[in-house]
């Protein structure tokens, strides 16, 4: 049984940058595609990055594209989320999901992904 753990994320203010890290735990990481999801207060949980299970293709949202990267480690078995030039309205708690079904591809619905961690607070104070 696969399980995601997040970590990495607290307060910064205005124009920092965090690193996201989500840790799956198995052996059969490398098999599936990764995204990250955020949810803000009274707001629908929505798509932020994807990457496919090869690393090879990776999708963002609008809204942080040029400001975020995301990578993954299969190795350590780690999916991360680099983001910078952070603003107030990236405020919510950032989740990591894995897709079992499509690895090859990055899907960007949030019931496309099977297994999801327990989150991650990120607060950007203006």
């Known amino acids: 049984q696969v399980q995601l753990e997040e970590s990495g994320g607290g307060l910064v203010q205005a124009g920092g940058s965090l690193r996201l890290s989500c840790v799956a735990s198995g052996r059969t990481f490398s098999y599936y595609g990764f995204g990250w999801f955020r949810q803000a207060p009274g707001k629908e949980r929505e798509f932020v990055a994807g990457i496919s299970r090869s690393g090879a293709i990776t999708t963002y949202a609008d809204s942080v594209k040029g400001r975020s990267t995301i990578s993954r480690d299969n190795v350590k078995n780690t999916v991360y989320l680099q983001m910078s030039s952070l603003k107030p309205e990236d405020t919510a708690v950032y989740y990591c999901?894995?897709?079992?079904?499509?690895?090859?591809?990055?899907?960007?619905?949030?019931?496309?992904?099977?297994?999801w961690g327990q989150g991650t607070q990120v607060t950007v104070s203006s």
């Open positions: 999901a894995a897709d079992f079904q499509a690895p090859s591809r990055v899907r960007q619905g949030r019931s496309d992904y099977e297994l």
